[in-house]
Nanobody, 115 residues
Framework: QVQLVESGGGLVQAGGFLRLSCAFS????????MAWYRQTPGKQRDVVAS???????MHVDSVKGRFTISRDNAKNTMYLQMDSLKPEDTAVYYC?????????WGKGTLVNVSS
């Protein structure tokens, strides 16, 4: 049974920072593809960053240099360090993992960046 639980969201001022955590349970391979997505009302859910085998990472242009995805398999946790936050970063952030040939999702954590 794969489960994902996000945490770490909250209200911050522009220019501030937050670190999101995604605790995962279940038999998830260390090489599994995992990613952070975000979604605002009226818009589709978009990928923010991803991480896979060998801790290879990818970040979308809008967050490059500001966000950093990482994973600690020993702690069964994936992270998203968010620095220099902007109001447009406001969204519900979701973690996702590909395991057993399918994708699993958490319920999300809200990040609200005030101007």
């Amino acid at each position: 049974q794969v489960q994902l639980v996000e945490s770490g969201g909250g209200l911050v001022q522009a220019g501030g920072f937050l670190r999101l955590s995604c605790a995962f349970s279940g038999s998830i391979p260390s090489s599994a593809y995992m990613a952070w997505y975000r979604q605002t009302p009226g818009k589709q859910r978009d990928v923010v960053a991803s991480i896979t085998s060998g801790d290879r990472t990818m970040h979308v242009d809008s967050v490059k240099g500001r966000f950093t995805i990482s994973r600690d398999n020993a702690k069964n946790t994936m992270y998203l360090q968010m620095d220099s936050l902007k109001p447009e970063d406001t969204a519900v952030y979701y973690c996702s993992v590909e395991a057993f040939g399918r994708y699993y999702w958490g319920k999300g954590t809200l990040v609200n960046v005030s101007s």
